[in-house]
């Protein structure tokens, strides 16, 4: 289970998080859905400190954080813990396919070489791109490489894998491919993902959980059905309301 | 003037001057390797942030670009035993010095020179990495060396070569200034043979043609390694 605890979050004097809740289950996915400069990618940022939240408490299983005031060593254990897919794939250029993948394995979880080859490939396998395993970020298209993003988040086994909007960047005919096999993995793994998109069919379809943010505050939460079919507040179906017609 | 560019003196020339070469190149080499990991240091102090040293390293770069080199050569080899003499009181430490070959402070004051410039050229190789990169180390939980080492670096390492070759290049040029302490490399020879023989034209023509086919191999060398380093960029499988 992941819980935070009343985030807030400034830049400058522009206030992004203003005290925001949310606890996930484990095995669960739970989707984030907003407005641009509603808080959302702050939020799944700030539970890994790529944006250190300026207040808030977070507890990750049985550990409790402090996330204002937590140390080196608890910074780099709550990343062991998590993984991130990011908005533009980021994954390391000078590295092929596999080794993207293995980095993480053998340098962060001291895994032995071939342990984590085979491990490697086999999440590899799972997004269907280990018949690319030794090409270069630079040789794949997006959809492709945003799958080994995927797949070198999942071999870490985290204990949640957060998703920023993973689909953003890709051209439309590719969007299709990294949400299969997001569903894949959310149906297939049992991880705790947290995912934040404007994929309203991907929220409705695998969602356990929509969390719905505008202003730096988590306006409406519940199941996808009541959100996104039946919005209780007026924020919510405004914003829905855009996504309608798709 | 019936010997003017005589084949045969010109040969001679070339056959004098040419063992002033591996000096040459040697104090270029030497200097490179030095300023290189000179630089590395001060890029990371400065990269790091890391207080106090990180500002001298400011401080530093800002200095050594700011000298000329040949003021940076004078300081090592006029002022460094003043310096020892001063602190040590005893003229003892100075004389320990003077069993130092000028070459090693004309090593030292074009390691200053240079280290600087390099710092500059990292600092902006690491710039073009893209942020993302490091994103990505940590949030898999990546330690900042295991990051920098094997991710940035490597990056960082093709940006910066063509510009390190350019300053190499300078540098390998710059050595001639040494002569101004009383190292004998190519240059410093060519100008005691021109003295000597009251044939400028003739010395000169071949010190550039050394000068020139020695460049000519390390642009060479230089566009092998920035190849080889940019395995990733090509758009051919392994």
Same mark, same amino acid.
Request: charged share 20%.
């Given at each position: 289970?992941?819980?935070?605890?009343?985030?807030?979050?400034?830049?400058?004097?522009?206030?992004?998080?203003?005290?925001?809740?949310?606890?996930?289950p484990t095995g669960s996915v739970t989707v984030i859905l907003g407005p641009s400069g509603s808080g959302k990618t702050t939020l799944l940022r700030s539970i890994n400190f790529l944006e250190p939240a300026d207040k808030g408490?977070?507890?990750?299983?049985?550990?409790? &954080?402090?996330?204002?005031?937590? @140390?080196?060593?608890?910074?780099?254990? =709550?990343?062991?813990?998590? +993984?991130?897919?990011?908005?533009?794939?980021?994954?390391?250029?000078?590295?092929?396919?596999?080794?993207?993948?293995?980095?993480?394995?053998?340098l962060v979880q001291k895994m032995g070489r071939y342990e984590a080859l085979i491990?490697?490939?086999?999440?590899?396998?799972?997004?269907?791109?280990?018949?690319?395993?030794? &090409?270069?970020?630079?040789?794949? @298209?997006?959809?492709?490489?945003?799958? =080994?993003?995927?797949?070198? +988040?999942?071999?870490?086994?985290?204990?949640?894998?957060l998703f920023d909007e993973p689909t953003s960047a890709l051209d439309p005919e590719l969007v299709g491919e990294v949400l299969e096999i997001m569903k894949k993995i959310a149906k297939e793994e049992n991880s705790t993902m947290i995912v934040v998109t404007h994929e309203i069919g991907f929220a409705r379809d695998v969602a356990d959980q929509v969390i719905f943010m505008e202003g730096g505050v988590v306006v409406e939460t519940g199941e996808p059905r009541d959100i996104i079919e039946n919005p209780k507040e007026e924020r919510t179906r405004k914003f829905l309301a855009r996504f309608s017609n798709r | 003037m019936d010997n003017f560019l005589d084949p045969v003196f010109l040969l001679e020339i070339f056959e004098h001057l040419i063992k002033y070469v591996p000096i040459t190149l040697g104090l270029a080499v030497g200097t490179?390797?030095?300023?290189?990991?000179?630089?590395?240091?001060?890029?990371?102090?400065?990269?790091?942030k890391v207080p106090i040293l990180g500002k001298i390293g400011d401080i530093y770069v800002l200095l050594g670009r700011a000298l000329p080199s040949m003021i940076l050569i004078y300081l090592a080899f006029f002022g460094i035993p003043v310096?020892?003499?001063?602190?040590?009181?005893?003229?003892?430490?100075?004389?320990?010095?003077?069993?130092?070959?000028?070459?090693?402070?004309?090593a030292l004051g074009l390691t200053l020179h240079t280290g600087a410039y390099l710092a500059e050229i990292f600092r902006g190789a690491l710039q073009s990495v893209n942020v993302g990169q490091?994103?990505?180390?940590?949030?898999?939980?990546?330690?900042?060396?295991?990051?920098?080492?094997?991710?940035?670096l490597p990056q960082a390492a093709v940006f910066a070569t063509p510009m390190m070759a350019n300053q190499f290049l300078n540098l390998l040029k710059g050595t001639?200034?040494?002569?101004?302490i009383s190292v004998i490399e190519l240059f410093g020879a060519a100008n005691v043979l021109a003295s000597n023989n009251n044939a400028y034209l003739e010395v000169y023509i071949v010190t550039a043609c050394l000068y020139w086919s020695t460049s000519i191999c390390f642009e060479k060398l230089a566009s092998v390694l920035e190849y080889n380093l940019s395995y990733f960029k090509r758009c051919t499988s392994k």
């Open positions: 289970m992941i819980k935070l605890e009343n985030f807030h979050k400034s830049f400058g004097s522009t206030e992004v998080l203003k005290g925001v809740s949310i606890e996930v408490t977070m507890i990750l299983d049985d550990k409790v &954080f402090d996330m204002a005031a937590a @140390s080196k060593k608890e910074i780099l254990e =709550v990343r062991r813990n998590t +993984a991130m897919v990011f908005q533009n794939y980021n994954l390391f250029a000078n590295m092929t396919a596999l080794e993207n993948v293995k980095e993480g394995l053998v491990k490697a490939e086999y999440y590899l396998e799972k997004v269907g791109m280990i018949n690319r395993e030794h &090409f270069y970020p630079v040789q794949l @298209s997006g959809g492709q490489q945003q799958r =080994v993003g995927i797949a070198r +988040a999942l071999a870490l086994n985290p204990k949640v894998i | 490179m390797i030095m300023s290189c990991l000179l630089a590395l240091m001060v890029t990371i102090l400065r990269y790091k310096l020892l003499m001063a602190v040590s009181g005893t003229n003892k430490s100075a004389m320990l010095l003077s069993g130092i070959p000028p070459i090693a402070f004309a490091t994103e990505a180390e940590l949030s898999i939980g990546m330690t900042w060396n295991q990051a920098f080492f094997r991710i940035i001639s200034i040494a002569f101004m």
